[in-house]
């Protein structure tokens, strides 16, 4: 979607801190890291949020989760927290979809 930042850092039209990257995700820093470590991880292809995913791209969003372990585990994480702000009431405010992982030290409770 042309007019998306995320998709814009897909296409590498603006830059990211990258992580990961496969032929379907993208895992970056996140500009503002709430945490020691934040990272978004993205899919590739625009999806607007997990309300929108349709059938076919499911396969996309399970490949990401599997994903998850692993790259925290490659920024040092045994222990972290995912997130998914899904829709502008629940605080999204980027509409592609992603996950914030989030870790560093013994996170508050929430
Ligand atoms: P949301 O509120 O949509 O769940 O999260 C969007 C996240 O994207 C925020 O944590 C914000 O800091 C991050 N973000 C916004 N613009 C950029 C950018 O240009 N680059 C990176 N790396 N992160 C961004
Ligand atoms: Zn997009």
């Known amino acids: ?27 970056f820093r996140d500009i503002a890291p709430k945490a020691k470590t934040h990272i978004l991880v993205i899919p590739k292809r625009h999806i607007t949020n997990l309300s929108t995913v349709e059938e ?9 989760l599997q994903q998850l372990t692993p790259i925290a585990h490659s920024e040092g994480l045994e222990g972290f927290r995912v ?3 899904n ?10 979809m992603h996950w914030h992982l989030l870790g560093g030290g013994r996170l508050p409770g929430f």
């Open 87 to 96: 829709g502008a009431d629940g605080g999204q405010e980027v509409f592609h």
């Open 83 to 85: 997130i998914t702000n």
């Open 56 to 64: 076919s791209e499911w396969p996309v969003v399970t490949h990401a």
């Open 1 to 27: 979607m042309s007019d998306c930042l995320f998709c814009k850092i897909v296409a590498g039209d603006l830059p990211a801190d990258k992580v990961y990257e496969d032929d379907h995700i993208l895992a």
